[in-house]
């Protein structure tokens, strides 16, 4: 998909991320793909972004992966959070883990099957919340915020 040009964004993600950064919200994608800069610009989102954590920042400053919190961990760092005020949004059971290990204040399952059967064991590894899209998100838990 990258030689070919062919990488498109979730559409739910420009909107959420565009939403978050007019509210004032630091964002960051954390990701263990050496592709993730490259896929980010592709699609746009990099502009939309503070931080990018991938996997050559992994590999550079030996970081575990997922389930290990260190990724996320780096990225609340850069931003200049603590891990116990900064939210993660993950899709994969390693990653809600990973943030639920690393203390971070709200861990958010991102479950984009059509009939919902994911949410279960995202909740099941520790999300406090699940959300079917990024702009369900934005709409749960900073709508009305200033």
Do not use: C, I, Y
């Not at 954590?53 to 959070?81: E, I, Q, W």
């Amino acid at each position: 998909a990258l030689a070919a040009g062919a990488v498109t964004a979730f559409p739910d993600a420009g909107e959420a991320l565009t939403a978050l950064r007019a509210l004032g919200v630091p964002r960051a994608a954390v990701s263990a793909s050496r592709h993730a800069r490259t896929l980010l610009a592709d699609t746009g989102l990099d502009r939309l972004l503070t931080v990018v954590v991938d996997g050559g920042d992994a590999a550079r400053l030996a970081l575990p992966g997922k389930p290990d919190p260190a990724l996320f961990l780096h990225a609340a760092a850069r931003l200049g959070t603590r891990p116990g005020d900064t939210a993660v949004v993950e899709d994969a059971l390693a990653g809600v883990r990973a943030a639920r290990r690393g203390g971070f204040g709200l861990v958010v399952g991102l479950d984009r099957t059509p009939d919902g059967h994911g949410a279960a064991p995202l909740h099941a590894e520790g999300a406090d919340l699940v959300v079917p899209d990024l702009t369900a998100l934005v709409r749960k838990t900073w709508s009305g915020r200033t």
